[in-house]
């Protein structure tokens, strides 16, 4: 029987091994992607779906007293960062001769102290770095989670069947997390208003109960309508409604 191994190492790592052929698939940040520019194929974007969740940013930041406003004004300064070729290469295109070098961490603190003019960092946010007494000039980036495949790897018919599976299911899983399913019985002259207030996926499952006078209904909603939804489907006849979390939605 063929069996699937899994490893975990660094986002920063995972393309170099995966485009190597060391791993034949892998989950990293478009953003590692980019630094390392790694010729791997890109079998999907993983978008975490979660209503609260902002987008993950890499930004170009600087003391909030600071005379530098854009770009052009970063003309021979130093800039720190973890995301280093991908920021010499972002001046490079523009034009603009700065100096980068490699943060070890802490790299908001780099600006503050005056070890660099600049910082290029990842943020949801903003708030971090505005607690260092910091201010974002400009976004060189938006990252997300991808699962990134070998391209000789995902060559083969039986890797890539197993892979396509993967994202599959991730997907299914990441879409998942902001919905959840509503059970409920109703007498079944109430089924048009309450259908009528069901914000579903698709359409409502209907089914009938031993008593011939009442129906089942199911759907799948955001989880973020349930608090006001219930409610409504309590008034409009709903009796019984059981509120349940998903596992995956294919």
Same mark, same amino acid.
């Given at each position: 029987?063929?069996?699937?191994?899994?490893?975990?190492?660094?986002?920063?790592?995972?393309?170099?091994?995966?485009?190597?052929?060391?791993?034949?698939?892998?989950?990293?940040?478009?953003?590692?992607?980019?630094? #390392?520019?790694?010729?791997?194929?890109?079998?999907?974007?993983?978008?975490?779906?979660?209503?609260?969740?902002?987008?993950?940013?890499?930004?170009?930041?600087?003391?909030?007293?600071?005379? =530098?406003?854009?770009?052009?004004?970063?003309?021979?300064?130093?800039?720190?960062?973890?995301?280093?070729?991908?920021?010499?290469?972002?001046?490079?295109?523009?034009?603009?001769?700065?100096?980068?070098?490699?943060?070890?961490?802490?790299?908001?603190?780099?600006?503050?102290?005056? +070890?660099?003019?600049?910082?290029?960092?990842?943020?949801?946010?903003?708030?971090?770095?505005?607690?260092?007494?910091?201010?974002?000039?400009?976004?060189?980036?938006?990252?997300?989670?991808? +699962?990134?495949?070998?391209?000789?790897?995902?060559?083969?018919?039986?890797?890539?069947?197993? =892979?396509?599976?993967? =994202?599959?299911?991730?997907?299914?899983?990441?879409?998942?997390? #902001?919905?959840?399913?509503?059970?409920?019985? +109703?007498?079944?002259?109430?089924?048009?208003?309450? =259908?009528?207030?069901?914000?579903?996926?698709?359409?409502?499952?209907?089914?009938?109960?031993?008593?011939?006078?009442?129906?089942?209904?199911?759907?799948?909603?955001?989880?973020?309508?349930?608090?006001?939804?219930?409610?409504?489907?309590?008034?409009?006849?709903?009796?019984?409604?059981?509120?349940?979390?998903?596992?995956?939605?294919?």
């Amino acid at each position: 029987m063929i069996t699937i191994e899994c490893n975990i190492c660094r986002a920063q790592e995972m393309s170099r091994y995966v485009e190597r052929g060391t791993l034949d698939a892998g989950l990293t940040g478009k953003d590692w992607i980019e630094e #390392n520019e790694s010729d791997v194929e890109v079998v999907g974007d993983l978008v975490y779906s979660k209503v609260s969740q902002n987008p993950a940013r890499w930004v170009l930041a600087v003391p909030a007293d600071s005379k =530098i406003k854009g770009l052009e004004d970063l003309q021979g300064k130093k800039i720190a960062t973890e995301l280093t070729n991908f920021t010499r290469r972002f001046f490079k295109e523009r034009n603009i001769d700065v100096e980068v070098e490699f943060s070890w961490g802490a790299t908001e603190a780099k600006a503050v102290s005056g +070890l660099a003019d600049a910082i290029v960092e990842v943020t949801e946010t903003g708030s971090t770095i505005r607690a260092h007494g910091l201010k974002i000039i400009y976004e060189l980036m938006q990252t997300n989670t991808q +699962l990134i495949a070998n391209r000789k790897s995902y060559k083969d018919p039986w890797k890539k069947a197993k =892979i396509d599976q993967i =994202i599959l299911l991730l997907k299914g899983a990441l879409k998942a997390e #902001n919905m959840v399913g509503l059970k409920m019985n +109703l007498p079944k002259d109430k089924i048009d208003d309450v =259908i009528s207030i069901l914000p579903s996926l698709n359409f409502p499952t209907i089914a009938s109960l031993h008593n011939l006078d009442w129906i089942s209904v199911e759907v799948i909603v955001e989880a973020r309508t349930v608090r006001d939804l219930i409610p409504r489907l309590m008034n409009a006849g709903a009796q019984g409604i059981i509120e349940y979390p998903l596992n995956k939605v294919i």
